[in-house]
């Protein structure tokens, strides 16, 4: 079990760039979710896949910010034209459908907008 | 609508003092789960346990023990006999039991443990 992979770990941006970050979910794991988590705050949920399908999607994901799931394995989630309050950290988590949760997280990638 | 409430902001404690981190949820479900997390200096989240909302039974796992109170909506985390290790930022957080169930997360508690 090699555990849910997140890249880059860390990514500096001027603001009005577009950004891609990826996660490798835990290899049997048919769910993937991604959150955000600002500083002082607990970590708030942006979208869900159930394998290839986008299933939920949170408010607070703008049109700015597109998540992918191609093949059912890993995910990228991509924001375009940067704002400074997009600096957070993003978390990927995945769990078995089955379980219902517990979802397991990966370290994040933080973004910090310049 | 879900919430978590998680009051205390920041506890510090001595080493090997016991130490209670409260969490308070609402939640309209009938049935739903409560989890804690750990989040370490390093970032990562760690899971801790889940509880569903059939199950009172307070759990004990080593130096950690959850207790579970449904008529007061509350789900408070105790740490026995503190360590320095266990300083971190700790979430309480509610999921529905659908199938999805994205999980929402409380603001958390920061932790710390002086030697």
């Known amino acids: 079990d090699t555990g849910v992979s997140q890249n880059p770990r860390h990514k500096i941006t001027k603001r009005g760039q577009n950004v891609t970050f990826r996660c490798d979910p835990i290899?049997?794991?048919?769910?993937l979710y991604w959150y955000r988590q600002t500083l002082g705050q607990g970590p708030e949920f942006l979208t869900y896949?159930?394998?290839?399908?986008?299933?939920?999607k949170s408010r607070l994901l703008s049109d700015r910010f597109s998540a992918e799931r191609p093949k059912g394995s890993f995910s990228t989630l991509e924001i375009q034209r940067t704002e400074q309050g997009d600096s957070a950290m993003y978390l990927c988590?995945?769990?078995?459908?089955?379980?219902?949760?517990?979802?397991?997280f990966g370290d994040g990638t933080r973004l910090s907008i310049l | 609508a879900q919430k978590v409430t998680q009051a205390q902001t920041e506890i510090s404690v001595v080493e090997k003092e016991d130490v209670t981190l409260d969490c308070v949820y609402e939640t309209r479900d009938t049935t739903y789960y409560l989890f804690w997390y750990k989040q370490p200096p390093s970032g990562e989240l760690v899971f801790l346990i889940r509880r569903n909302s059939f199950d009172e039974q307070n759990e004990i796992s080593g130096r950690y023990s959850w207790n579970f109170q449904k008529s007061t909506s509350s789900f408070n985390f105790t740490i026995t006999a503190s360590q320095v290790v266990d300083s971190a930022v700790y979430f309480c957080?509610?999921?529905?039991?659908?199938?999805?169930?994205?999980?929402?997360f409380g603001s958390g508690t920061r932790l710390s443990i002086r030697p």
């Open positions: 290899s049997e794991h048919n769910r």
């Open positions: 988590a995945s769990s078995l459908s089955e379980e219902k949760g517990p979802q397991h």
């Open positions: 896949f159930q394998n290839e399908a986008q299933l939920e």
């Open positions: 957080a509610l999921s529905g039991y659908s199938s999805a169930s994205k999980i929402i």
